[in-house]
């Protein structure tokens, strides 16, 4: 089975860093890019963005540049999002999604089951 | 390119038929995806290509358009369908998403 898994729930304090991950299994992980999508409490869907696990090939999203770091490591099939200096308005629930072919610019057909992060002093 | 969904909420009965549009701020071909999301959940994939339906998804839904103006449209809703509905244009990076559609009881 094709499935993406998410690291846990995150509590934070604004200014602490932060790495949650999304595990690939059931297809070649380096063969498909992988996409981070915000969901901020009772809003809309945000594109952050995609890399590319084979050689962390990268497209951000120009709303989320220098805030996030993508990551992967294709060793052990996960990709990484990474903040250095978490703030109050990154409280949300993060996915990660798998298009469906190898085109980055493709549909998420593959998701995570989302990761809540929450940060407050 | 910016995605406007309208109407932004609607209600509707089991059976009823339900149309929900997405307006480009620029011609994307029929580079468009639809998406389901229930609430504490994924969203999921219902048509891309602007009018493939994804595969396992019923065929009571169905998406038209092409360039600036797209519809999805439910046939016969069922219970099941009360979600919240998304656009996403696949033509320009950033990939963004529409403003989402919530189809209540």
């Known amino acids: 089975e094709v499935q993406l898994v998410q690291s846990g729930a995150e509590v934070k304090k604004p200014g602490e860093s932060l790495k949650i991950s999304c595990k690939g299994s059931g297809y070649r992980f380096t063969s498909y890019w992988i996409g981070w999508v915000r969901q901020m409490p009772g809003k809309g869907l945000e594109w952050m963005g995609i890399i590319y696990p084979d050689d962390s090939d990268t497209r951000k999203s120009p709303s989320f540049q220098g805030h996030v770091t993508f990551s992967a490591d294709k060793s052990i099939s996960t990709a990484f999002l990474q903040w250095r200096s978490l703030k109050a308005s990154d409280t949300a629930m993060y996915f990660c999604?798998?298009?469906?072919?190898?085109?980055?610019?493709?549909?998420?057909?593959?998701w995570g089951q989302g990761t809540m992060v929450t940060v407050s002093s | 390119i910016q995605l406007t969904q309208s109407p932004s909420s609607l209600s509707a009965s089991v059976g009823d038929r339900v149309t929900i549009t997405c307006r480009a701020s620029q011609g994307i071909s029929s580079y468009l995806a639809w998406y389901q999301q229930k609430p504490g959940k994924a969203p999921k994939l219902l048509i891309y290509g602007a009018s493939t339906l994804q595969s396992g998804v019923p065929s009571r839904f169905s998406g038209s358009g092409s360039g600036t103006d797209f519809t999805l449209t439910i046939n016969s809703l069922q219970s099941e369908d009360f979600a919240t509905y998304y656009c996403?244009?696949?033509?320009?990076?950033?990939?963004?998403f529409g403003g989402g559609t919530k189809v209540e009881i």
């Open positions: 999604a798998r298009p469906r072919s190898v085109y980055p610019d493709d549909a998420f057909e593959i």
């Open positions: 996403q244009q696949l033509n320009t990076y950033p990939l963004t």
